[in-house]
């Protein structure tokens, strides 16, 4: 479930769509410290919590890769969202673009609109959700060395790509816990690139995300969390811890299966208005094809709960990070 590390160090073999099978196999990109980014994940959870979150990521996978071949450098992400309650709509609303740069001047785009629709369950929230946006890719031809220097099915120059793009998930709230299950793509949008041959459909990818409280003491927390992502042909499960004091300061540990081992720090800032989180990846598995590490910084900021005429909701801060 890794993105392939340089596009600009592949070797073209065969026609686009074999191209498709491979360099796009992985479509979304990867974040180490996905237990607070639970509304990219999931359209189902704009809005939970009771409160405004605006969140950037900023992520550096396999720095200081150099290509074999070619110079060129591992991907890099940058994600923003808001996710904002919505009383007047009985759920909440959610907006998020994404830049995901694979190498050689090739990459992703994504400008996504969600809603969710909660009803209480219990003392659980439940959010039903959906989005839809426009996935874009851009695929630079002229950093291929392609077998034959003749294939008309290979771009000669940067060509981009948009389409309608559709997922759907349910998310289960609780100061406690949380889980979610989601489907990203569901309309599988396919790219062509004006080629007569060789179509690259976006892989549907189902996650499956969820974390759990438990109180040690007054002021140390420790938070399991886990995510697993599958494409409906191969599964990637990673699992992780995070201990938090004082609900202000966390630090943990994360493995993501046949990758990485991640330790992950950071905390809230300004009355807990400002968290900020940063998360170090080594490769543990692969590391002939890959460089060592990878690096993720994250800044969320809160707004308080919206208000309309009636007092705001006081929330315990043990529960919140």
Not at 17 to 33: E, M, Y
Not at 34 to 59: E, K, S
Not at 74 to 86: D, E, K, R
């Amino acid at each position: 479930m890794d993105k392939i590390f340089s596009i600009k160090n592949l070797i073209l073999v065969t026609t686009l769509s074999l191209f498709g099978q491979i360099t796009f196999a992985q479509s979304d990109p990867q974040f180490t410290q996905y237990v607070f980014n639970r509304f990219y994940l999931n359209p189902g959870a704009a809005g939970l919590g009771g409160q405004t979150d605006i969140t950037a990521f900023y992520r550096t996978q396999w720095a200081g890769y150099t290509g074999t071949f070619d110079p060129g450098g591992g991907p890099q992400t940058q994600l923003i969202s808001a996710s904002v309650p919505f009383p007047q709509l009985k759920g909440g609303l959610g907006l998020y673009f994404m830049n995901d740069q694979i190498g050689g001047g090739s990459g992703n785009r994504e400008i996504n609109l969600s809603y969710a629709f909660h009803k209480r369950v219990g003392n659980n929230i439940l959010g039903i959700g959906g989005s839809a946006g426009l996935y874009t890719r851009t695929l630079d031809g002229g950093e291929y060395r392609p077998r034959e220097p003749d294939d008309t099915s290979i771009p000669t120059s940067k060509v981009s790509e948009s389409h309608i793009d559709v997922s759907a998930g349910v998310y289960l709230y609780n100061p406690s816990y949380e889980l979610g299950l989601s489907v990203k793509h569901i309309n599988q949008p396919s790219f062509g690139f004006s080629t007569l041959t060789g179509k690259n459909p976006l892989n549907r990818s189902l996650y499956l995300n969820g974390s759990f409280l438990i109180g040690i003491s007054y002021t140390l927390d420790v938070r399991p969390m886990f995510v697993i992502k599958s494409d409906f042909k191969t599964v990637s499960p990673e699992v992780g811890a995070l201990v938090s004091y004082n609900s202000s300061y966390w630090a943990g540990l994360n493995y993501r299966w046949q990758d990485a081992a991640s330790f992950l720090i950071g905390g809230n800032f300004l009355n807990k208005k400002v968290k900020i989180g940063y998360a170090l990846d080594y490769v543990v598995f692969g590391e002939l094809a890959k460089a060592t590490t990878s690096h993720e910084f994250m800044l969320s900021y809160t707004l308080s709960p919206p208000r309309s005429g009636k007092k705001s909701i006081i929330r315990t801060p043990r529960y919140r990070y």
